[in-house]
């Protein structure tokens, strides 16, 4: 992990094309890590740039549902332009994920048992899911 270049990118780097260029470099324990640290007042492009790097896995982009409050967002039927960017990222996210568009998770993620009473065919069922692997719940 590139705990020192994270941490750069997340609290001293302005550029937004430079961090969403570093992004599409992160490893997908790179990418969890910064995942597991943004701060989401700071909009979409990040989020969606680790989504869309082809090294995100299905604990990462469980990861960006989960802190993008993905269930909230998509069940959220109101017109408050605010809440616009929200629906689209958990649409956007729900659809991928629903599909298993990721990698195959090697990054700890969930609950154990969580899924045990949901159907192998439930295409939801992702979310109840438990992925063993390393933790990378690392606060920076």
């Not at 550029?15 to 969403?20: I, L, N, S, V, Y």
Request: net charge negative.
């Amino acid at each position: 992990m590139h705990r020192d270049i994270i941490e750069r990118l997340l609290y001293e780097e302005e550029d937004e094309a430079k961090r969403a260029e570093m992004i599409r470099s992160f490893d997908d324990e790179d990418l969890y890590v910064y995942a597991y640290n943004y701060n989401w007042d700071d909009g979409f492009d990040e989020p969606r740039a680790i989504a869309e790097n082809p090294d995100c896995s299905l604990s990462t982009a469980l990861l960006l549902f989960e802190r993008a409050e993905g269930f909230e967002a998509i069940e959220d039927e109101g017109d408050d332009e605010y809440m616009q960017p929200w629906r689209d990222f958990g649409r956007y996210m729900y659809d991928r994920l629903i599909h298993r568009d990721f990698k195959e998770p090697k990054i700890r993620y969930g609950t154990p048992g969580a899924a045990d009473d949901i159907s192998p065919d439930d295409p939801e069922r992702v979310f109840y899911e438990y992925f063993d692997g390393k933790d990378c719940d690392i606060d920076l």
